[in-house]
């Protein structure tokens, strides 16, 4: 029924994620856009949908407009279940994200939100200690360091091909430094968490990088998990614990088949 | 130094501009997935600003890293302070330019509109 206006139309309808209907938004609450457009709630049922009208003509996905939907799905998120949708979803009007998205899949979106009911999403970011996790790569491989005597006396321009197997090597000893730290992390939250996965490694030395789905009252408990692993790594990782947070990393296997 | 958790309350959510890069660019339910004909193509301008893992660049980097560093407790005694101090100032101004290029490029990016995915 709109398909044919959808390339002349001005405003698209954006949309945020998918909530129970009793959500009620904050009257200042900002969204995306420039300047920052009012959120709005568009129900059916049981379930609704957090929406802004947004120019069609501006180029989107300024930083703003990023930290903007994470901040009102993560502060969602806090409080009810929300079906986070990737950032830069848009649909043509109110109407048909009430009928297409909402209506359309309505079992689906109440099924997936009450598995949801009071899990909330944590992020565990552990970065390497340039200088301390090299010298631990040195002082487990004779071979690296013989690489490192035999290469540090060349100047820039010489030994090319050795220092690329040299860095290699330690890429690969970091690699395998990762493979270990993310599974001890990951043993430690098991318990507290009803899933993690492993996000791929954003940097070269990254030590962890997981996201996991807990319950909300858990989070002291996977705070402290985290904490103690932290201070047994003091000064060789650095970490840090992000959340709550919607949770963007355990829904994107609901999606249904074709 | 002690534990560097970050703490629940202060920024919360998902942090930073590179955190939230990292939690919503490519990531959250999929709408087309569900809705067909409506779904509106929003052009980004964003673009995907994480690092590449594994390159010849990366091992270039880590051989110079490694190579500046000062290892007094296990070879001879007697380098310079200076070099130490260099080797220590190079690791975390390299790190933290790393965690800053994120929002850099970004930015850069967002300025040149015109300008898609460069690399």
């Given at each position: 029924m709109i398909s044919d206006t959808e390339t002349a139309q001005d405003t698209v309808t954006y949309v945020y994620g998918i909530v129970p209907a009793d959500v009620e938004t904050e009257p200042n609450a900002r969204g995306v856009g420039d300047p920052p457009s009012p959120v709005e709630i568009i129900r059916h049922g049981d379930i609704a949908a957090l929406v802004s009208e947004i120019s069609a003509a501006r180029p989107f996905g300024r930083p703003e407009d990023l930290t903007a939907h994470a901040r009102l799905l993560d502060a969602v998120a806090a409080v009810v279940p929300v079906l986070p949708l990737r950032f830069g979803s848009g649909m043509t009007n109110r109407d048909v994200v009430a009928v297409e998205l909402l209506a359309n899949n309505y079992d689906d979106f109440l099924a997936i939100l009450r598995e949801l009911e009071g899990m909330t999403q944590f992020v565990v970011t552990g970065r390497y200690v340039e200088e301390v996790i090299l010298k631990e790569v040195l002082a487990d491989s004779p071979q690296m360091s013989r690489l490192r005597e035999r290469t540090r006396k060349l100047s820039e321009n010489e030994g090319r091909d050795e220092k690329i197997v040299l860095g290699e090597g330690i890429n690969k000893a970091i690699g395998l430094k990762r493979i270990a730290d993310t599974g001890a992390m990951r043993d430690a939250l098991e318990p507290l968490c009803a899933e993690i996965t492993e996000r791929e490694a954003a940097h070269e030395l990254d030590a962890v990088n997981l996201a996991c789905l807990g319950e909300t009252g858990k989070r002291g408990a996977i705070r402290d998990a985290v904490e103690e692993f932290a201070n047994r790594h003091e000064g060789r990782i650095e970490l840090r614990l992000l959340g709550p947070m919607a949770p963007y990393d355990f829904v994107m296997a609901q999606e249904p088949q074709d | 130094m002690t534990a560097a958790v970050e703490p629940y309350g202060g920024r919360g959510g998902s942090g930073g501009l590179a955190d939230v890069i990292d939690s919503i660019l490519d990531k959250g339910l999929v709408i087309d997935a569900f809705v067909r004909v409506s779904v509106v193509g929003i052009e980004l301008?964003?673009?995907?600003a994480r690092i590449v893992v594994a390159s010849v660049d990366t091992y270039l980097q880590f051989a110079e890293a490694v190579n500046r560093l000062d290892l007094s407790s296990t070879e001879k005694k007697g380098l310079p302070q200076l070099l130490d101090d260099m080797a220590e100032g190079g690791a975390k101004s390299k790190t933290k330019g790393a965690i800053e290029g994120v929002g850099e490029s970004l930015r850069e990016s967002l300025q040149d509109t015109e300008k898609n995915e460069g690399d």
């Amino acid at each position: 029924m709109i398909s044919d206006t959808e390339t002349a139309q001005d405003t698209v309808t954006y949309v945020y994620g998918i909530v129970p209907a009793d959500v009620e938004t904050e009257p200042n609450a900002r969204g995306v856009g420039d300047p920052p457009s009012p959120v709005e709630i568009i129900r059916h049922g049981d379930i609704a949908a957090l929406v802004s009208e947004i120019s069609a003509a501006r180029p989107f996905g300024r930083p703003e407009d990023l930290t903007a939907h994470a901040r009102l799905l993560d502060a969602v998120a806090a409080v009810v279940p929300v079906l986070p949708l990737r950032f830069g979803s848009g649909m043509t009007n109110r109407d048909v994200v009430a009928v297409e998205l909402l209506a359309n899949n309505y079992d689906d979106f109440l099924a997936i939100l009450r598995e949801l009911e009071g899990m909330t999403q944590f992020v565990v970011t552990g970065r390497y200690v340039e200088e301390v996790i090299l010298k631990e790569v040195l002082a487990d491989s004779p071979q690296m360091s013989r690489l490192r005597e035999r290469t540090r006396k060349l100047s820039e321009n010489e030994g090319r091909d050795e220092k690329i197997v040299l860095g290699e090597g330690i890429n690969k000893a970091i690699g395998l430094k990762r493979i270990a730290d993310t599974g001890a992390m990951r043993d430690a939250l098991e318990p507290l968490c009803a899933e993690i996965t492993e996000r791929e490694a954003a940097h070269e030395l990254d030590a962890v990088n997981l996201a996991c789905l807990g319950e909300t009252g858990k989070r002291g408990a996977i705070r402290d998990a985290v904490e103690e692993f932290a201070n047994r790594h003091e000064g060789r990782i650095e970490l840090r614990l992000l959340g709550p947070m919607a949770p963007y990393d355990f829904v994107m296997a609901q999606e249904p088949q074709d | 130094m002690t534990a560097a958790v970050e703490p629940y309350g202060g920024r919360g959510g998902s942090g930073g501009l590179a955190d939230v890069i990292d939690s919503i660019l490519d990531k959250g339910l999929v709408i087309d997935a569900f809705v067909r004909v409506s779904v509106v193509g929003i052009e980004l301008v964003t673009i995907d600003a994480r690092i590449v893992v594994a390159s010849v660049d990366t091992y270039l980097q880590f051989a110079e890293a490694v190579n500046r560093l000062d290892l007094s407790s296990t070879e001879k005694k007697g380098l310079p302070q200076l070099l130490d101090d260099m080797a220590e100032g190079g690791a975390k101004s390299k790190t933290k330019g790393a965690i800053e290029g994120v929002g850099e490029s970004l930015r850069e990016s967002l300025q040149d509109t015109e300008k898609n995915e460069g690399d």
